[in-house]
């Protein structure tokens, strides 16, 4: 596809940027309302009124907690205290907040992509990305996959903003740290793109590892900078050395307890311990239920490759991609959205899923065969981000953060199927004309 000029690539990302917007506006005024319950979005809501008031991130109980990463408490709490003069509830402002990250997101979604393989993908991607529908509803529920997305983003924009083959300065290396730092507070899976990242600039400059070991050592000191504070918080509050969370004992047992089946499915076999009794037995269960799981898995180890299976069913297959509507309301415990509407919302939803999961496994094939650093850091950015969830249960959420990659992923495939068309194009309008001089008659 003939490369746009600088700027009719800036009207189109300009125009995409404006429709997410606008999308995401109308989202947050239709669908935002305040959860109930005790559902993750209700605790996250709750938790960030506690750290407004000054209470810190405590459990409703009113004892510390670390029982989620604390990267969107913190965040919910933030909003919640700047909203204090206008509201008392910080649902509507949360929502506003992420549908303002999102938009942010469709802008470094069109850099990252434009780095990797110039303005014509960066341009659909960007529209892919703004219209793309769980992402355009999960901006309108208290939970962390807009943040997350959204600094991940950020993380790989500056590591691409120059060729990966080349030493970038320092601060933007520690900028990048901080980051995924920031990433991996709100969804720990995220720290193993540090992982992705080093192995590509270990093949990239391989002429020069010293600058890798640098580059390395500053992303590293950025994310020591985001995580060390809350490992103090936790050996003061929680009385306990705590580096994340204390939910992977629920996350393991769930996943791994004799009735598994792959999806998130509560159980009497995980019926262990007392969480809310304080932090010495919130840390004491996350352990007999972490304890539990691994014995079950050595008890049967075969039986771990059905349930990965399982899970990938769950989170890419049998749910779709519309998982936003469920959460919007409260699992459907709350069922304020039309029947009508709800079915409309799910079928565009997936269909625009599988479409994008078709085209971007394409995609994924073609930034690997092209072997560019950055090509290749996509792949296993979205690799990484899809398949280290699986080691729990499957949850059609957990694939929300995976998407951008393939959003991109399936604009590369998208345009290299449009330079494939106008090729051939090209190619039998130079074959007709051939024929039509050679068929002439000679004067």
């Not at 990267?71 to 910080?90: E, I, K």
């Not at 999960?138 to 990966?164: Q, S």
């Not at 304890?291 to 890419?316: C, M, N």
């Amino acid at each position: 596809m003939t490369e746009l000029d600088g700027r009719r690539f800036r009207i189109l990302i300009g125009v995409a940027t404006g429709i997410g917007l606008a999308l995401r506006g109308w989202w947050v005024s239709y669908a935002t309302r305040t959860p109930q319950g005790l559902f993750d979005m209700a605790r996250y809501l709750g938790y960030g009124k506690a750290i407004a008031d000054g209470k810190g991130y405590i459990e409703f109980t009113g004892y510390p907690t670390a029982y989620y990463p604390p990267g969107y408490p913190y965040f919910a709490g933030v909003v919640t205290w700047l909203s204090r003069p206008f509201t008392d509830d910080a649902t509507m402002p949360i929502a506003l907040t992420q549908a303002l990250l999102g938009v942010l997101t469709i802008v470094l979604v069109a850099y990252v992509a434009r780095r990797t393989a110039g303005r014509a993908v960066a341009v659909v991607a960007a529209f892919v990305y703004a219209i793309y529908p769980n992402l355009v509803m999960h901006t309108g529920i208290v939970l962390g996959e807009t943040l997350n997305i959204f600094l991940t983003f950020v993380f790989v924009a500056i590591v691409v903003r120059r060729p990966m083959g080349e030493e970038q300065r320092w601060p933007w290396m520690l900028g990048a740290g901080v980051a995924l730092g920031l990433g991996l507070l709100v969804r720990p899976v995220t720290g193993a793109l540090l992982l992705v990242l080093v192995g590509v600039w270990w093949l990239a400059r391989r002429d020069d590892r010293g600058s890798v070991l640098r580059s390395t050592g500053f992303v590293v000191v950025g994310i020591g900078l985001c995580v060390a504070p809350w490992i103090v918080r936790n050996a003061i509050r929680m009385d306990a050395f705590v580096p994340m969370s204390t939910n992977t004992g629920d996350n393991l047992c769930i996943g791994y307890q004799p009735d598994a089946n792959g999806s998130f499915t509560l159980s009497e076999n995980c019926a262990i311990g007392d969480p809310f009794q304080g932090p010495a037995s919130e840390i004491a269960t996350d352990q007999e239920k972490t304890d539990y799981a691994l014995e079950q898995i050595r008890d049967d180890p075969g039986r771990v490759p059905w349930l990965v299976w399982k899970r990938t069913d769950y989170t890419w297959v049998k749910n779709g991609d519309h998982d936003a509507v469920t959460w919007a309301q409260d699992f459907y415990t709350n069922p304020w959205m039309p029947k009508p509407t709800r079915d409309r919302i799910i079928w565009w939803s997936d269909a625009i899923y599988w479409s994008v999961l078709a085209s971007g496994a394409v995609g994924l094939v073609i930034l690997v065969r092209r072997r560019r650093p950055e090509g290749v850091l996509l792949v296993g950015s979205f690799l990484t981000t899809a398949i280290l969830p699986l080691a729990f249960f499957g949850e059609s959420r957990f694939k929300v953060p995976a998407v951008p990659f393939l959003v991109i992923a399936s604009a590369v495939a998208l345009v290299a199927a449009a330079d494939a068309v106008r090729g051939q194009s090209r190619r039998l309008s130079s074959t007709s004309r051939e024929i039509t001089g050679a068929s002439r008659p000679v004067p």
